[in-house]
């Protein structure tokens, strides 16, 4: 029997962490579950632990996408074969991850990320992040050649080869989302999007607040452009 | 160039030459930081002392006076000492990063280990 893992990254997360640990069980009981506990300043870690968890805390706040590749490196080296990836704060709905798990583990794809605008019943986000999430998921359509419509989601299902090529440092471990997709494009490796349902965050927390928008879009497109610009082999796995 | 325009340049040369080896010699300053401050202050000492040489640099980069040329090589040199810090950074940033990885992963599998009571760490070796 396959070996995966249910990968949580959560900061500051210790008033839900627990339910969203409980709901995952609920739906896959024989799967390992992995909460990285990003240096939050209240009980997320013990919460988790408790809920029965696994539990990586980092020292410091280091991001989120330092705390997924935590947990990819933590896959790697306990030897999974599957990672299964969901958010911490109870936006994404644990009930989809068979469905995600499901073409990776057939093999049919290597990467399935879940998009909250295939499925209706989802949220929908502000005028503002329609707006930029339209316009990367263009580019992230044009250049890997496969309708994306979700390109920040952070639901998401991989196999082994991909972890082992999110622990190097190809992963752009700052706002990992449109160019992490075009890098692993780059690399041959398959990508395939599934309906998923995705809630509100009903506590209004976003890492899009106050400037950091502005850095995102800049970051983006510097990290596309560099990204195409490298050669296929220094990306390659 | 006036001769006391002249003495003070030499002078400011010598002394950042003296003062940057000096922090070497106390290592306080790592070599590989030295070498951009040491280069410099060669340049513009043999700038000052050939005259002619700034002068031909001044008609060369068609900057009016000696003295703005200086000042345009100082500018450039304190550009690159910033890049130069950036991109050490960049570098110390994804070690720190790393190290805190492996840090956390290290001891999450020191408490797993505790917990099944099959490590037979103790506190002080864990240190």
Known sequence: MEKVLVLIPAY???TRIAAVVKRVQGVVPDYDILVVNDGSSDNTAEEAAVAGARVVSHPFNMGYGVAIQTGYKYAHAEG???????????????????RLLEPVIK???DFAIGSRFLEVDSYEPSLARRIGMAFFRKIVSYITSTRITDSTSGYQAFSRDVIRFFTTEVFPCDYPDADMLITLHLAGFRIMELPVRMYSNVEGKSMH????????????????????????????? | MPIRQEIFAILVCIGVVIFIIDLVRRRRLREEYSVLWLATSAIMFFLVVKYEWLEALTAFIGAGLPTTTLF??????????????????????????????????LRSEIEHFRRRGGSGLSDSEEG
């Open chain 1, 12 to 14: 500051n997360e210790g």
């Open chain 1, 80 to 98: 999974y074969d599957f990672i299964a990836q969901i958010d911490g704060d109870g936006q994404h709905d644990p009930v989809y991850i068979p």
């Open chain 1, 107 to 109: 093999g049919k794809t």
């Open chain 1, 209 to 237: 607040s106050g400037l950091k928008p502005f850095y995102y879009i800049f970051k983006m497109l510097l990290s596309i452009f560099v990204t195409l610009l490298r050669k296929r082999n220094s990306i390659g796995r």
């Open chain 2, 72 to 105: 345009i090589f100082a500018i450039i040199f304190l550009m690159l000492i910033s890049v130069q810090f950036s991109t050490k950074i960049s570098k110390l940033t994804n070690q720190v990063k790393d190290l805190a990885q492996d840090n956390a992963l």
